[in-house]
């Protein structure tokens, strides 16, 4: 299966687009910002680990994103699905999101849905 990505440069280009157009199975959606990388692959396949092997197929050309897949992968095998970097902040007393990555696969065997959201690197 050949691989390919579409490039967004806001969350309202993205919106756009798929208000008169269909999700493709092979395509991996990338909402590029001046400061982060938002991407998604809603894929059909059996296997999880497929899944997340065509996306980061699909992100090869950012090495932003792709430096993250052995990693992604071994948390997945080790059972942990989906994450966000956060800090427990003293004052308010919660876990608070610090914004700079956070990925995640949901699904079941015939449709799986792969995210990485990261920021930029300087």
């Known amino acids: 299966m050949k691989m390919t990505h579409r490039t967004f440069t806001s969350q309202d280009h993205y919106e756009a687009f798929y208000s008169m157009n269909?999700?493709?199975?092979?395509?991996?959606?990338?909402?590029?910002?001046?400061?982060?990388y938002s991407s998604d692959l809603t894929t059909d396949c059996v296997g999880?680990?497929?899944?997340?092997r065509r996306f980061f197929?699909?992100?090869?050309?950012?090495?932003?994103l792709i430096e993250w897949a052995d990693g992604f992968m071994e948390s997945v095998k080790s059972g942990c699905l989906c994450d966000v970097e956060s800090f427990w902040n003293e004052d308010t007393r919660r876990s608070e999101r610090t914004g700079n990555w956070a990925y995640g696969v949901e699904g079941e065997p015939g449709n799986w849905y792969v995210f990485l959201n990261r920021r930029k690197s300087a």
């Open 22 to 36: 269909e999700h493709s199975p092979d395509v991996v959606d990338i909402i590029e910002t001046a400061t982060h």
């Open 48 to 52: 999880m680990s497929t899944a997340i």
């Open 57 to 64: 197929i699909g992100v090869k050309h950012i090495p932003d």
